[in-house]
């Protein structure tokens, strides 16, 4: 077999997942581009330990652990992407900036509204 073939398979892979990446706005569909990019380098993990002809295998192993690694992430990202869907309306990557707070306590989806006094603390004063 030449290593040409599917060397060449995991780089058109990757540039596709590195492309989703990069020009995607849904949540969902940059993780997908991720699991896509993890698999090429799955590829070239086995197709490379089967040129080695490694006796103990090391490739196959290492990918192992990545699909593992794969995994976990998806599950904690998915949940990640389901919240903030139920909180905003919206699986929008630009839109995830509006979840930081701001160090004077307010949301930074205020839109530059000032926070709003205490009326009670103004009345004792």
Same mark, same amino acid.
């Given at each position: 077999?030449h290593?040409?073939?599917?060397?060449?398979? =995991?780089?058109?892979?990757?540039? *596709? &997942? +590195?492309?989703? @990446? #990069?020009?995607?706005?849904?949540?969902?569909?940059?993780?997908m581009?991720?699991?896509?990019?993890?698999?090429?380098?799955?590829?070239?993990?086995?197709?490379?330990d089967?040129?080695l002809?490694d006796?103990l295998?090391?490739?196959?192993?290492?990918?192992l652990?990545?699909i593992?690694? =794969?995994?976990?992430?998806?599950? *904690? &990202? +998915?949940?990640? @992407? #389901?919240?903030?869907?139920?909180?905003?309306?919206?699986?929008?990557?630009?839109r995830?900036?509006?979840?930081?707070?701001?160090?004077?306590?307010?949301?930074?989806?205020?839109?530059?509204?000032?926070?709003?006094?205490?009326t009670?603390?103004?009345?004792?004063?």
């Open positions: 077999m290593l040409a073939y599917p060397a060449v398979l =995991a780089v058109l892979l990757f540039c *596709i &997942g +590195l492309y989703g @990446v #990069l020009a995607r706005r849904n949540a969902i569909l940059v993780l581009s991720v699991e896509l990019m993890l698999n090429a380098v799955n590829l070239n993990l086995v197709a490379f089967v040129w002809r006796t295998h090391a490739g196959q192993a290492l990918t652990f990545t593992a690694v =794969a995994a976990a992430e998806i599950g *904690i &990202g +998915l949940a990640i @992407v #389901l919240l903030v869907y139920r909180n905003r309306g919206s699986s929008d990557i630009d995830l900036r509006d979840l930081a707070e701001r160090p004077d306590g307010t949301d930074a989806t205020d839109h530059g509204a000032q926070p709003q006094p205490d009670q603390a103004e009345a004792t004063a």
